[in-house]
T-cell receptor, first 111, second 116 residues
């Protein structure tokens, strides 16, 4: 079946850099999105990779390698407010509006 | 400011009741989605709709139905609520593929449903 795997939890200290990985089990995915969700809140869109390579948006960067069925979200200069859950989501076909979400990674930022 | 609203933040229902969850978006989006979120399982797609009166099953449609009579409104119906449907329900919307940024979904605040 189609699935996206993420580590369940990652811990890092304020000011550090952290990488959250996402691997997927099917070659059918096209494009990878990332969402952030604070406790009690709604998921909010962070970034999208349509092509292989790195996309940078401020302190956050996202990477995709379709040949390796792998992507990651990189968070730099971690702040306490970055403590949240992060989800990757894979699009099933080109131009699709249907995405499969990963299991989510809970990031804890320590002072 | 774009907005997706859901009818209730918290809902408690009894087993066997018919439950309606409403979602409204003000962005003129073609696509609307219903997910349930459970710890350790991420977001799982129940149903989605790409146009008025159109719907498609997601990964876990059993026990659910949907209705989309107007573009801005997408309803999730639990025909006969069961305790295993206790969960957080999230609605989302996006533009249609080909119109750009269809990959960006906007989520509502969620409805935490408890079935006793």
């Amino acid at each position: 079946g189609q699935s996206l795997e993420q580590p369940s939890e990652v811990t890092a200290v304020e000011g550090a850099i952290v990488q959250i990985n996402c691997t997927y089990q099917t070659s059918g995915f096209y494009g990878l999105s990332w969402y952030q969700q604070h406790d009690g809140g709604a998921p909010t869109f962070l970034s999208y990779n349509a092509l292989d390579g790195l996309e940078e948006t401020g302190r956050f960067s996202s990477f995709l390698s379709r040949s390796d069925s792998y992507g990651y979200l990189l968070l730099q200069e971690l702040q306490m407010k970055d403590s949240a859950s992060y989800f990757c989501a894979g699009g099933l076909t080109s131009g699709t509006y249907k995405y499969i979400f990963g299991t989510g990674t809970r990031l804890k930022v320590l002072a | 400011d774009v907005k997706v609203t859901q009818s209730s933040r918290y809902l408690v229902k009894r087993t066997g009741e018919k439950v309606f969850l409403e979602c409204v978006q003000d962005m003129d989006h073609e696509n609307m989605f219903w997910y349930r979120q459970d710890p350790g399982l991420g977001l799982r797609l129940i149903y989605f709709s790409y146009d008025v009166k159109m719907k498609e099953k997601g990964d876990i449609p059993e026990g659910y139905s949907v209705s989309r009579e107007k573009k801005e409104r997408f309803s999730l119906i639990l025909e006969s609520a069961s305790t295993n449907q206790t969960s957080m329900y999230l609605c989302a919307s996006s533009t249609r593929g080909g119109k750009g940024r269809s990959y960006e979904q906007y989520f509502g605040p969620g409805t935490r449903l408890t079935v006793t």
